[in-house]
Nanobody, 124 residues
Framework: QVQLVESGGGLARTGGSVTVSCAASSRSFTDFAMGWFRQAPGKEREFVAAVSRGGRIRAYGESVKGRFTISRDNAKNTVYLQMSSLKPEDTAVYYC?????????????????WGQGTQVTVSS
């Protein structure tokens, strides 16, 4: 069993930046591709970003390309999502996800584990 705990959400202004983190309890963190999804009220869950087990391969959703950066620190069992040039439409609960497999597993939403989510609100 792997526990994922997100932190770092909060309130930001349009054009600002926020970084959210996800700490994993697993001793074999490098067995997992990691990613982020988000869900806004009344909307479906949306893929945001994913990173491969070794950190070399990254993928982003179209709406965040060029603005968000995913990274991981395997020594700290932590994955990060740096969000910049924020827009009000980025307001959502952001969920961390982990999958034992390639990065495509994350992108398809077939993750093995999910965090509880952290709220990010962008004011206009």
């Amino acid at each position: 069993q792997v526990q994922l705990v997100e932190s770092g959400g909060g309130l930001a202004r349009t054009g600002g930046s926020v970084t959210v983190s996800c700490a994993a309890s697993s001793r074999s963190f490098t067995d997992f591709a990691m990613g982020w999804f988000r869900q806004a009220p009344g909307k479906e869950r949306e893929f945001v970003a994913a990173v491969s087990r070794g950190g070399r391969i990254r993928a982003y959703g179209e709406s965040v390309k060029g603005r968000f950066t995913i990274s991981r620190d395997n020594a700290k069992n932590t994955v990060y999502l740096q969000m910049s040039s924020l827009k009000p439409e980025d307001t959502a609960v952001y969920y961390c996800a982990a999958a034992q497999g390639p990065i495509e597993t994350i992108k398809r939403g077939n993750s093995d584990y999910w965090g509880q989510g952290t709220q990010v609100t962008v004011s206009s």
